[in-house]
């Protein structure tokens, strides 16, 4: 009796402060939440702890903080904390969990707000937690309370065996790990999450916001990958097999840096082994695909970081402004020495002058091309006509003369100078000789086709 008094003084409640009334008031050890005991559920607990005092009235007055404590009242050393860690380890887990129940599933549930509320205002989020299979026994999880040292050592052990699972994907999880502490978070080892289009959220035909909240959760978990062990997801295969869902299910996966395992939904993933390593090769692929698409970001990046070949540095811009501004306050007397000096200069060194060599380039490169040109074009000889390529024509006339005129009227009528409109010949002719041809009186010359 005497080691389970001193058990219960100095480990279960020393953060008790007794008031001169005799009241106490319970504190519970600094950085604990309220909501650390998430598998504290027995309604019990109240009561246990009223017996306890019942039991030992004495604890009240004989352990007393320092302030309060005269010369001769001391504190006890506690023999609980004094075994060694392996002891008191095996001791957590006889206290805090159940051999019958290897695994504890922790649901977070959404709680249904009043219909009446949502006439005027949202609903608000809410939840709650379920615990299946339910405990046959209460646990009492009030030993968490006693000090800092044995929280931080039991409530990983409480943890241990407990497989948190979001009901929905909707914002529970944030909402459940906000009100734990960060050394409870860092505690989670296991999380269960159900495939976007599997977890009983009706989205209707809207495929793309349960894909949406899939991701989100996807990087609230991601958070906790430090302390993780393991991610399970349920679901049905047929959405793995269906391509085009890969990238909305296994890019957030990737984000997850643990152990993940798929379990088909009312099986164990022991029965389905080319289930397993079907889905272990879909995450690899996907995580290839990240890493190139990270690759190509990076390269996209640093070039934009890297200054154009166009752009001038700045310092070069500084420097062509400041001449510019010099030649302003330039009067024009200024101007005419300053453009003496430049033909001097000139006169003396052409190469001095800027751009000159530049240009003399230019010129020596257009002057070859044009060179290159003439040389292509080839003049054709000269040849001596031959007959074939000449008609012989009349010198007076535009058109070739006939061997022949028949007699007409109008050679009769006037011998002055006449026009043929059909052949638009010009010319005096002298009928009456009654020449037969032409080669006699009038002269001929060759014209080339």
Same mark, same amino acid.
């Given at each position: 009796?005497?080691?389970?008094?001193?058990?219960?003084?100095?480990?279960?409640?020393?953060?008790?402060?007794?008031?001169?009334?005799?009241?106490?008031?319970?504190?519970?050890?600094?950085?604990?939440?309220?909501?650390?005991?998430?598998?504290?559920?027995?309604?019990?607990?109240?009561?246990d702890s009223e017996q306890l005092w019942e039991l030992f009235p004495n604890t009240r007055r004989d352990y007393l903080?320092?302030?309060?404590?005269?010369?001769?009242?001391?504190?006890?050393?506690?023999?609980?904390?004094?075994?060694?860690?392996?002891?008191?380890?095996?001791?957590?887990?006889?206290?805090?969990?159940?051999?019958?129940?290897?695994?504890?599933?922790?649901?977070?549930?959404?709680?249904?707000? !009043?219909?009446?509320?949502?006439?005027?205002?949202?609903? =608000?989020?809410?939840? %709650? $937690? +379920?615990?299946?299979?339910? /405990?046959?026994?209460?646990?009492?999880?009030?030993?968490?309370?006693?000090?800092?040292?044995?929280?931080?050592?039991?409530?990983?052990?409480?943890?241990?065996?407990?497989?948190?699972?979001?009901?929905?994907?909707?914002?529970?999880?944030?909402?459940?790990?906000?009100?734990?502490?960060?050394?409870?978070? !860092?505690?989670?080892?296991?999380?269960?999450?159900?495939? =976007?289009?599997?977890? %009983? $959220? +009706?989205?209707?035909?809207? /495929?793309?916001?349960?894909?949406?909240?899939?991701?989100?959760?996807?990087?609230?978990?991601?958070?906790?990958?430090?302390?993780?062990?393991?991610?399970?997801?349920?679901?049905?295969?047929?959405?793995?097999?269906?391509?085009?869902?890969?990238?909305?299910?296994?890019?957030?996966?990737?984000?997850?840096?643990?152990?993940?395992?798929?379990?088909?939904?009312?099986?164990?993933?022991?029965?389905?082994?080319?289930?397993?390593?079907?889905?272990?090769?879909?995450?690899?692929?996907?995580?290839?695909?990240?890493?190139?698409?990270?690759?190509?970001?990076?390269?996209?990046?640093?070039?934009?970081?890297?200054?154009?070949?166009?752009?001038?540095?700045?310092?070069?811009?500084?420097?062509?402004?400041?001449?510019?501004?010099?030649?302003?306050?330039?009067?024009?007397?200024?101007?005419?020495?300053?453009?003496?000096?430049?033909?001097?200069?000139?006169?003396?060194?052409?190469?001095?002058?800027?751009?000159?060599?530049?240009?003399?380039?230019?010129?020596?490169?257009?002057?070859?091309?044009?060179?290159?040109?003439?040389?292509?074009?080839?003049?054709?000889?000269?040849?001596?006509?031959?007959?074939?390529?000449?008609?012989?024509?009349?010198?007076?006339?535009?058109?070739?003369?006939?061997?022949?005129?028949?007699?007409?009227?109008?050679?009769?009528?006037?011998?002055?100078?006449?026009?043929?409109t059909v052949s638009t010949l010009v010319a005096k002719e002298d009928v009456g000789n009654g020449d037969t041809s032409?080669?006699?009186?009038?002269?001929?010359?060759?014209?080339?086709?």
């Open positions: 009796m005497e080691n389970l008094d001193s058990f219960n003084a100095t480990a279960v409640y020393p953060y008790s402060i007794v008031t001169s009334s005799g009241s106490s008031h319970q504190h519970a050890p600094p950085g604990l939440a309220a909501s650390d005991l998430p598998l504290n559920f027995s309604s019990h607990d109240q009561e903080p320092g302030s309060q404590i005269d010369d001769k009242q001391k504190w006890n050393k506690c023999r609980l904390l004094s075994l060694p860690k392996e002891i008191r380890l095996h001791i957590w887990e006889h206290v805090l969990t159940n051999p019958s129940i290897p695994e504890l599933a922790v649901w977070i549930i959404r709680k249904p707000s !009043s219909p009446l509320y949502k006439l005027t205002h949202p609903p =608000p989020p809410l939840f %709650g $937690t +379920r615990l299946e299979p339910s /405990r046959r026994s209460p646990v009492n999880t009030m030993i968490l309370l006693a000090n800092r040292f044995i929280y931080e050592e039991a409530l990983p052990v409480l943890y241990s065996t407990a497989n948190f699972i979001p009901g929905d994907l909707e914002g529970l999880w944030p909402l459940f790990t906000n009100t734990l502490s960060p050394y409870a978070r !860092s505690c989670i080892r296991r999380i269960r999450l159900f495939s =976007p289009l599997n977890n %009983g $959220t +009706r989205h209707g035909n809207d /495929r793309s916001r349960a894909f949406f909240h899939w991701a989100v959760t996807c990087a609230q978990v991601a958070l906790l990958s430090n302390t993780l062990r393991e991610v399970e997801i349920y679901g049905d295969w047929s959405i793995f097999e269906v391509r085009s869902n890969h990238r909305a299910l296994l890019y957030p996966l990737c984000k997850i840096k643990t152990k993940k395992k798929f379990y088909p939904i009312g099986s164990r993933a022991e029965c389905h082994p080319e289930l397993q390593n079907m889905f272990k090769q879909f995450l690899a692929e996907a995580g290839e695909e990240l890493k190139r698409s990270a690759s190509v970001r990076e390269a996209n990046a640093k070039a934009a970081r890297s200054p154009l070949r166009t752009v001038r540095p700045r310092h070069d811009a500084t420097k062509l402004i400041e001449p510019m501004h010099a030649l302003i306050g330039y009067s024009m007397e200024d101007w005419c020495r300053f453009a003496e000096e430049n033909l001097k200069r000139i006169d003396r060194d052409l190469s001095s002058v800027k751009g000159i060599q530049q240009f003399e380039k230019e010129l020596s490169e257009h002057s070859r091309s044009a060179q290159n040109r003439n040389d292509a074009i080839t003049t054709p000889q000269e040849s001596s006509p031959t007959a074939e390529e000449w008609d012989m024509v009349s010198m007076k006339s535009g058109a070739f003369t006939p061997r022949a005129r028949s007699f007409s009227m109008l050679s009769t009528t006037s011998k002055e100078e006449w026009v043929d032409d080669g006699d009186s009038e002269g001929w010359e060759y014209v080339e086709k």
